[in-house]
Structure formats: C-alpha cells, structure tokens
C-alpha cells in the first residue's frame, strides 16, 4: 500500500495519527537542523518535517538529498504545526516523518512546477505532462471532467440517447478540409474523419432514437487561427418532434444547469434577440451583454449639417463610453490608431466629451452646435463624463468596425467580468447569404436549415430576407452552440437545392445518401451543438480554449510534445499504396 | 406543439384526456368500417382506432391511404380497448382519432421494422437507419448508453477525471496497423491514429491527475476477424501509487456495480486463478467458469498401456461431458469431424461412454481394462451417463484443441446461460512470449509491464518463468479487460529492453519520449482497459459486438450504408502531397 490518505486531506482531526503518504517533492527547505518538505498530489499539499531532536540522522541525511519532483513515500504522524497556514486545508498540521522512501527520482524539470510558473508556453507545451503538475492547468482539467459529467447527467435525465457515430467516415466533395484516412485492406480508397456527426445524427432521428446527444471529437483540416485545434469536441444533440421552441427550452436548461451547479448562479430565462436587432444593437450576431454601450443609430440627427464624412455613408452610428471622458487626447488618438490597424480597418471616428458640466466636446465641432450633440447624448443616453464616438460607413462594415471598438472598451473599462454570465438566445439567422464572387446564395447554416414557415413564400421573390429557423447560444460574447430545424420534406429540401445553384446530380453526389435515408419516413427534426472546448474555458472565465485540452496541438496543427505529425517510413506508405509528392 | 404524450406512456389512468402523438405507422389494419393503426415511437406503440359510427368520412378515407412507416401526428381521446393487449404497457387504451397529420411519406421499406424481420444482415446494414427502428436494435443501443452512463458515475464516484486524449498522434515504428492521416499543413507528415491511449495515460500519471478514465475510441487497421471493428470503443483506465490488489478491488467493483444496476444480480468476490491453473484446467486464458467440465490431466493413468497413440505425446488430458452419453456412434463421429477442421485442428480424441449400469465402453477398449476406465472416471469426477472425452498432444496444443471442445459442448448442452455471469480474474501472467521464428522474447502485454518483483531475479536466468504483475477481467469466456502494474523505475526497463532485444538506440527512437517523460518523477501506476463493446455485449447476454455499435462496418472494414471508404478527388490527394500507386 502506498498511501493511508491523499496529500489534501489531513487536518486537525488526525492529530496523532500514523499516515502514509505518496507524492511529488514540491518545495524542500533544508535549514540543516531542520528540514521542511511541501508533499505534493492531485489533491493538494502536506507538509513533511523532520528535525534533529526528533529524526533520525541517516534520515535527515536522505531528506537532505531529496530533489524538487523526487516521487516519495512518506510515513510519519500527524503533528500541530506551530506556524498554521490557513490558505490550505492541510494548514493547521504536519507529519512528524519516520520513514521515507524514494519511489523515483527527478532530473530538474525546466520550469518551476508552481502557480505562476518561469516557464514559456512552447516550452510547457513541450513538457505539457510538467505543466498539468500545476495547480492551474489541473484544475481546468477536473473542470473540464466535472462539466462534462453533469452535461451527461442533464442530457441523460432528459430521455437523451449517448449514440457513438463513426469516426472513420466517408469524404465527401464538398469537404475540402476532411482529413482523409487511407485504408489498407481496401487499396486506393480513403476514409474521412468527421467535421461533425451531422448526418450521421439526422440518420438517427430517421431510426426513430427520438433524442441524441455525444460528447465527440470532431476534426478539421484548416488553416488554424489563434484558437482553433484541428481536433475539437462538441456537444451535439439532435431530438425528434419538435419545434425551435422545445430546443430551445431543453438547451437554455442545460446551460442553467451547468450554471447552477458549477457556480450556484441562477439565471433567468434566456433573452432572446433576433439576428437583425444583435446586428443592429451591437454590430454582432455573438453580443456581449454583460454590460451596455448599445449602438445608437443617428442619420437622422448627423446628417445634413455639412459634414461630409457623415452625409455621403450609408449608417452613422454610435456608442457612448462610460468615465472615458477621462481620456486626454492622446488617449484618444491612440484609440483612432487602434481601429485604424487592418484587422479593423475602420477610417475613423468622431468624438464627443459629456463633460461635468454638461457641455460638450467634440472633433466635429464646426458641423454640430451644442445642441445638436446634445441631441446625440439624448439619443444615446450618455451621462456626465461619457466619451461619444460615432462612427460612419456601409452598415455592414461600421456596424462591424464599432462592434470591435466596443469590445475592446469594455475590455478597457474591465466591463468583461470573468465571473458574470450573460447567455442569450440570437434567432431567425438569415437563410442564405449572398457571395459576391461566386454570384450566387450560400446557405448560412447548411443545406438542411429550414426556412420559418411564414417566409418560404420569399424563397423564389426574395431570398435575401428569408429566415431560418436556426439559433446560436451566445455567452459574454462568444458563440457557445448553434444549430436549427431541419428540413424534412423532400419537395422543400429539392427547392433549397437548386435555389443554391446544385444540379440534380450534384445534390444526389453530394447529398444523395441522407436523402435516400429521408423518403423512408423521415420525422420533423432539429438539434444544435455546443463548443465544447469553448463552453468549459468561458464558463470557467477565460477565453483560452487551449488551457481547457489535456494534450492540445499549437497553430500549426502540431503536438509539439510528442512532434506529431511526422513522416513515416516507406514500407508503411508501400502498404498503403501511396507515395510523396515533391 | 408535435406530441403531448408519447408513443408508450398513456394508460387507463389517461382516460378521456384529449392528447396529440406522433410516431410511425407500424401496422395498419383496415377493415373498411374501422382502422386500426398501431403507432410507434421510441418509447411504444400505442393504438389508434377510426370508425364509421365515430369517425368522419373523410378522416377515414385519410387514414385508408396511410402507408407502412409515414410519418404522422394524430390527435384524439384516450378511450379503453375492448380487447386489451396485457403485453405492451399501452395496451389497455386506444386513441380514438379526431384528426391526424401526415408528416412526411415513406417508401415501402425494404424489410418489415418487426422484432423478427424478413430482412438479412446486409440489407439491414446498408438501411442502418431502419434496421435500428426495430426494438431488439433500438433496445442494444439504449442499453449500452445506460452502461456508459453507469461506468462514466461509478469512476467519477471514485475520484477518476476523465481525461480526453488526443486523436491525432504519431505514428511509431512498430505502429505497423495504425492507420495514418495526412497532414495538409504539414505536407509529408503524418498523423496516427490512436490503437489506444496508452502513452497519453501513462503521462497523465507522470502529471500527477492520480486517476484517469476515458471511454474512447481506439482504431486499428488490420485485417477484421468475424467479430473485431476498425474502430472500437474501450474504457481506459490509469491509476497512480497502486498496487495490482488496489486495481483488481476497483475494477471489480465496477463491474459489480454494472451488474448490480443493470441486472440487480450481487456478485461475490471474484475469484483469481492464475494464468499457469487456467491453462491447466480450462486450456484457456479466459475460461468460462459458469459451467464445469475442467480438464484432467492423465498421463500417470493413460501412459504405459500400450496405446501408443497417447504414450508418445506430452499430455493425456481429458474432460467428462454430462449426459452425452445419449450421443449415438454417428454423433460422435461428427464430433469427431468437429475437432477435426483445421481451425481447431486437433487428430482425434478417445472416447468413454459412463453407463447407467456403471460399466463403461471407450473407443480404446483394445488398450485400457474396466478397471483402467474407472480411475480415468474417478479422476474426472464423471456421472452416469457423461461421455468421457480424452485427447493427447503436446500440452499447448491440446489444451488450446480441448478447450475448444469444451466450449462446443457447453453450447451444444445449453450450459452458456446467457443471464449468468461468471466474472473472474486470471492473474500471474508470463511477462514474456518467445518468438521460435524470430528467436526472440516478445512481452506478452507491453514492454512497460512490470515483472512481479519476486521473479525479477530470474529476468536473466530464466525469462519465461517470470511473471508480470499483469491481470485480465474475463466474464463468460470472453476477456472483458486487462491491464497491468507498469515499470516506473529505468533501470528496470533498460532491462526490460535490453531482453527484449532493443539497442539502446532503437528503444530511444520507439518510446524515447515516454521515457524522456520518465525521468521527471514517474510514480508508481498501473492500469487496465475493457473493450467496450464486448463488455456492453456480454452484459446483455450476447457475443455479438457488431449489434451493439450504431454504425458498424463489416468484415472489409466496409460502412455499407454510406459506402466508406471511398475513393477522393483527386484535387484533394494533390492538396494532400500524395498520390495513389498503382
């Protein structure tokens, strides 16, 4: 037996208890007379001590050879510390040590296993089985297990059905970022591995499972940006019989749930919010609701008062920031800079100080009176000391632009807090959308996104304005689910084809499979699902989805620890009757 | 709203309510004055009922025209049935129809969605999607969600994290069945996929996590045996500062625990039998204990008689099959045949009839007297009426041919109940295998199995008689997991390597990184892994793996109803830096 108790348990009620520990060296101080050792484990930290009144020599002589990260065995009892430490549930004791035994030993890992470590990220990336050592990265581990663990119970409780679909699966044409499997036994043909189980859970609403979920690794084989792996995990659900309603009403429960038990907040019926108000209100389908700053929309205020930056543009817009007043104005030329750089690629803004007073300030004083801004300030509703900035452009990019100034003042004004959830509902999404280049509609969702009802007569007149039943879950500004009704009736799903511009042809290749599966009594269906990575890291207040994977890969697709991918040798690539390219 | 019930809840306590259903049209009886439909969802049918005196005309005429799986909503009161069905737990209500809904159509399907179908195993396959309407497939897959639901609370019970661990991997040298994926972004490099998590979760104990579990996928590109699958699904498991005791006390909680809830079957303690007494009395690593027929040994009885067909070869070894005397000469002689096929190989097999009166009749009455039968019987413990049989061979061989025997009989005498479990361990396995066409010594789990420290000393004078501290679960004669206590200290595993004939070099280039991870405090773990599937199988009384798995493939690792894998553009292979060889 290695241990009696773990690391973490220990306390005033084992007062002279003889115990048995197991773990890591974590912090040693040799004072010569004495030696104290911090005794590390998953569940926390014991304090060892020996003392030369007390210990024997040979092992006050072996403790004091004792490395950081040696793997021991200790045995001892449970002593009063004199100096308590109440940061730590073991604080108020410590184990007098009889007996040590070295189980391993430690080379001098290459940062500092500790809260606030020395170590860069490659290089914990690259000994990552060092940095899940510490506190941090642990806890978004167990995090992770305990959030999943209750989206399983919740689910479960609901009648849902964990069905694992495939893995090994079938490109098709249009999955251009499908990685692909060669297989051996079947020369020349290639397996796919899944972007999502889409089909394969429309497949088991047709089999009559009534109500799917799967926590399930789905892949991509894309350029990744900051925060995409190339391997992600989804919670993806799928019921039967059921309207836009129903899902949504299971599916906010669930975010309740895990709310509730991971951080006992209630949250009230989600708001929900159309995709042309999120668009209007805060230049984004993924609002940040946790604190205001709404767009204020001003044509009718701005405009005509000579000022050309705003009278020749489609939407004057803005936003009033609270206590930003405050700004001197190289504060605010740094702003202008800011939105200024490419990845916003705003021209400009107009702003205008609230000042204490009353009066106001602004950049465009020669086009607008004192009374025209306060007309703005009426309109935005800005208080004493806000800083108004207005912006001008084609709606879709100002809208876009002002969206990243707001967010990037509300990270200022520390207005994101990590420990408040602000979850709501954004619905009826566009059906299509419109690409310049290739001069026709796209669907928004996918090609199985029912249209609402009331709007499919706009399907041949105006397809532009058709909505979806289709929905995403917005939490504190991220996307953490999204999914929709799909379409089961073959007539409409044909007219949803060709509107796309697919050929009979081209639907039955791409698509045939599922459609073949949908004529043999295919029920009313829907689903959505979540980001899994995403949805732990946000409700634990972070942003950083990498932090929430035990083994994560970097931005170029590779572990860095293990160095994968690799290449591999010829004879594997000869039984698979492929070769390299040059 | 689709449903206010489903299809199995209403009862005579629902009396008069008006309720609204939706499901498929399972059968359809229509005798002109009245239509009877039974409809079905997930959860049951219930019946529906139209007739002239209470149903509208043209309500009727709707109803005549349903076809076998459309898809409809049906609205109506609950009334009580004149004649009851006391089977299905709806079966003392009907609905009677005031309107219904056709949902969606259906083709005729191309088998009937009935407990029994007309259909065969590969039309059912490639109509997955309708085979799994049907309640014996529709009930394996719900009662493997329950399994895992069940596996996923009693780990986290017991302080397990799962962990997810990486599907994209390295591929290893000796990884000769790992199936590989291209990298886009890294043109010339590879991925594998996992055989299993087995370096991941020895990591996650060098990261201190203490104990691991993940019900996950693993994949292996080899060539299928009837009942093995591509990718298949195990709960793997790892545990830090254990020794085999505390993980056999674990896991066979586990299970305990799965029977308990699924079958409300206690099971006592298992029993532990050692490798070396499992080939002795079963001539099997995983025998099925629910039944007798052990083997025993009789060379002290058989030798030296004059039969030379049993003095030239290594063991006499025998079982006694209750009442199979009753098998004419003629079956016999097909038993006979039986052994004789090249699977299992064997020459032949001498036979002794017990009869009633006590005398006994063999196939080689030539060489053994009345007398001689009668301490073969005694030794066997045989009854009345058992049929004797005995073969001879060198020891592997035979008992791997009688064992194979053993099993047929049991079939053959109903003896395999399958709603009796008979879990065991079998432990004290051989460390090593030696290879006579490679002369050399394999490791019989992994190379990181650890030797029982007892027999350590022998590693260099004796390697096949060193036992690994390595265990199996069997159940029913099937081996439903195994694992073992690993080697954390590097002395030992260069030892380990070094008889294994690896240079140092090769041993560096194969799991240097595992061993690299090793020098940074390795503590004490072990470990075991079930194969889902079987275990999921097993426990509901089967040995059918394939109609536990939603989506199986075939023998050719084939998924016949999306027909995968499949040939890829060739767009995507020039993307990819590949071609295919001839």
């Not at 510390?81 to 290459?110: D, F, Q």
């Not at 990037?408 to 059906?431: G, H, I, S, Y």
């Not at 991918?565 to 039984?575: C, G, T």
Request: glycine share 6%.
């Amino acid at each position: 037996m290695f241990r009696t108790h773990s690391c973490g348990e220990l306390n005033i009620s084992h007062l002279n208890q003889k115990v048995t520990l197991s773990g890591w060296v974590s912090v040693i101080r040799d004072k010569g007379f004495m030696i104290w050792i911090d005794l590390r484990d998953r569940y926390g930290i014991t304090q060892l001590i020996l003392d030369e009144q007390r210990t024997d020599k040979s092992l006050m002589e072996k403790a004091s050879k004792l490395g950081r990260e040696f793997v021991i065995q200790a045995t001892g009892t449970v002593i009063e510390r004199e100096s308590k430490n109440p940061n730590i549930p073991t604080g108020e004791i410590e184990i007098l040590v009889e007996a040590i035994e070295i189980l391993n030993e430690s080379k001098v890992p290459p940062f500092t296993i500790e809260d606030k470590t020395d170590g860069g990220e490659e290089l914990r990336m690259q000994y990552r089985y060092l940095d899940i050592r510490r506190n941090p990265v642990k806890e978004k581990l167990i995090f992770r297990h305990k959030i999943a663990q209750e989206v399983r119970k919740y689910l479960s409780d609901k009648d849902f059905l964990e069905v694992e679909t495939p893995v090994l699966i079938k490109s098709t044409p249009e999955g251009a970022r499908d990685f692909v499997v060669p297989s051996r036994m079947n020369p020349g043909e290639f397996y796919a591995l899944p972007q999502s189980p889409q089909t394969f859970k429309q497949l088991l609403m047709v089999a009559g499972l009534d109500k799917y979920f799967q926590i399930v690794k789905c892949f991509r084989d894309e350029d990744l940006r900051a925060d995409r792996q190339p391997e992600f995990t989804q919670i993806d659900c799928e019921m039967t019989f059921v309207e836009q309603e129903d899902i949504l009403n299971i599916f906010e429960g669930l975010l309740r749930h895990l709310l509730k038990t991971v951080h006992n907040i209630e949250v009230d019926k989600f708001p929900r919010m159309t995709y042309a108000e999120a668009m209007k209100k805060y230049g984004n389908d993924k609002p940040d609701i946790r604190f205001g700053m709404e767009f204020h929309e001003l044509n009718d205020l701005a405009k005509g008062k000579g000022f050309e930056v705003f009278d020749k543009e489609e939407l004057v817009v803005g936003i009033s920031a609270p206590t930003l007043n405050s700004y001197t104005r190289k504060d605010i030329d740094r702003l202008l800079e800011w939105i200024q750089r490419p990845q916003i690629g705003a021209r400009g803004f107009v702003w205008v100080r609230v000042n204490e007073d009353g009066s106001f300030k602004s950049s465009a004083d020669k086009f607008y009176s004192q009374e025209d801004l306060k007309a703005f300030a009426d309109r935005m509703n800005a208080q004493k000391n806000d800083l108004m900035l207005i912006m001008a452009g084609n709606a879709n990019d100002v809208r876009k632009q002002l969206s990243a100034l707001r967010m990037e003042l509300a990270e200022r004004l520390e207005l994101r807090k990590p420990d408040e959830f602000a979850p709501l509902w954004v619905v009826d999404f566009p059906l299509l959308e419109w690409d310049e280049d290739e001069k026709r509609w796209f669907a928004m969702h996918h090609p199985f996104t029912s249209p609402k009802p009331e709007d499919i007569s706009k399907l041949k007149t105006n397809p532009g304005e058709v909505r979806a039943n289709a929905y995403d879950m917005v939490l504190n500004g991220n996307e953490i689910g999204g999914g929709s009704i799909r379409i089961h009736d073959q007539k409409l799903q044909s007219q949803m084809f060709e509107l796309l511009g697919f050929t009979k042809e081209q639907a039955q290749e791409q698509f045939g499979f599922l459609m073949n599966a949908f004529q043999y009594g295919a029920p009313p269906h829907g689903g959505l699902a979540f980001g899994f990575d995403r949805l732990v890291s946000i409700l634990d207040g972070s942003e950083t989805i990498r932090d929430y994977i035990a083994f994560p890969k970097n931005n170029s697709g590779r572990d860095v620890m293990i160095d994968a991918p690799s290449p591999i040798d010829k004879s594997q690539l000869d039984e698979l009757k492929i070769s390299l390219k040059k």
